[in-house]
């Protein structure tokens, strides 16, 4: 996924100093993609490389005298992890004619992409400066103008008014997912494996009902997911706690839990008798139990531990954890979640189970609320036939109805396969936003600017990069996962 970010100055140059601008940028080691194109196809076409100067002073005469967009309207500069555009404003565009907009385009892994935004801001007030003094000494009023001073702004992120209720809705909640996310990442790691989730609801439920025989370890019916190595990734994970429950052998009534061995050597050492018989406590009964931990029974209600995971991996991803925002549907095994990229609003219903036709109907009821231009729905379970045979007939129904209120529909069964998903989304998202951001320079280009740029990120990623998301795409694609638009 692609990201951009931009500066505005509402000071410019005029369009017969745009390519001095240009040639002071190259001397700086920035060069210009579109204005060197242009040089090497004059190049070729005089077969004189000494005269495209020239060819390029008469085709800018040319060009904006005639045309309705200036000669240079602006450019690409590439460098290896990022690119950063140029793009000055026009009367044309409904805007100040001297309005110049700057920007990075980057991916997640570029370092500091505010910081190299930022430098090449200086870089163009300089020149900027150079290209107005320029001017004014070829001037008659050379001296009277006043003090140009070119001030970059930062444009305001567009946030869906959508989002913003949403996450205003989920208040104080969604702070403290996100503390639990960053906490709890290896918990939830385990957690992903349906087993042990329901080895965890298990305890759980014996812990409530009072049912000590299951929590011991090795008792009947737990399975080979009880052996002690399962138990202890469990417990390094935090999510079950080791227990010794001391019983009266001859009563048969438990006596007492211990945190650990050691807290019971301690008793036995001290000549602590059984309350009930009067044996000492070093000849009655300890077991070992093992129980559910707070956290265990806090990330398995709601479907907490899949909101962390979903949450985690948009920020993997690149989407800001501002850009984020959970808030608990009030079921046990369910939750929604919201971002938005680009400006576009992602609803997501999030099931730790199956999906039925009345979660579905509930699903695309929140879409209508939420106004959400993607929904997707990701469940550990099955998407069930006539829940997903409704999504598909809404989608197609809001696509026949055209006027813009598409809806894309992302249907997800495994969460481990959500994650290649999401990128394909969040990475048509980010081409789109990419292309509506450098569609000025299309005509400059001769071809769109946005998918140049788009495609040129893709061919020149780190070969390690592609090959890891070339196996996601091959473990979601052997996984099964269903995505519907």
Known sequence: MLFIESRVCEQGVDAASRTFVLDKLQEQGLTPLIRTTRLACYEQALLAPERTAEMERQMAALTDAGADAPYVRGDLFCFEDHALYLIFGGAEDGVRASTVRAGIIHHAETREPTEKLDAFCRALSDV??????????????????????????????????????????????????????????????ILEDAEARRFLRRLSDAQTEGRTADMLVGATGTGEHASEDFIGRLSGAGLVKRELLVSCRKAGRSLFRLPSADALAVLTASGAVCSECGTALADER??????????????????????????????????????????????????????????????????????????????????AETEA??????????IQDEARARLREHARRRAR?????????????????????????LERVSQNALSAELYELDASLGLSAGHLIATRFRLVQPRTTGLKDLAASAAGALAGSLREI
Do not use: Y
Request: proline fraction near 3%; charge should be negative.
């Open 286 to 367: 300890a077991e070992e139990l093992v129980t559910p931990t707070a956290t265990a029974t806090g990330m398995l209600k709601d479907g907490a531990w899949l909101v962390s995971r979903m949450r985690s991996s948009l920020v993997e991803l690149g989407v800001p954890e501002r850009a984020v925002a959970v808030r608990p549907a009030g079921g046990e095994t369910e939750a929604q979640l919201m971002a938005h990229v680009c400006g576009e609003p992602f609803l997501f219903i999030l099931r730790d189970g199956d999906v039925s036709l009345a979660q579905a109907r509930r699903a695309l009821d929140l879409e």
């Open 373 to 382: 231009s993607h929904l997707v729905v990701v469940a550990t379970g099955k």
């Open 128 to 189: 900027f400066l150079l290209a107005v003094h320029a001017d004014a000494a070829n001037s008659s009023t050379a001296g009277s103008a006043a003090p140009i001073n070119f001030v970059w702004r930062r444009r305001e992120e567009d946030v869906p008014a959508s989002f913003a209720r949403f996450s205003a809705e989920a208040g104080a909640g969604e702070t403290r997912e996100g503390v639990e996310a960053s906490e709890r990442l290896r918990a939830v790691e």
């Open 401 to 425: 109805a055209g006027g813009g209120g598409g809806v894309e529909m992302i249907l997800v069964e495994g969460v481990e396969v959500a994650a290649t998903e999401l990128r394909q989304a």
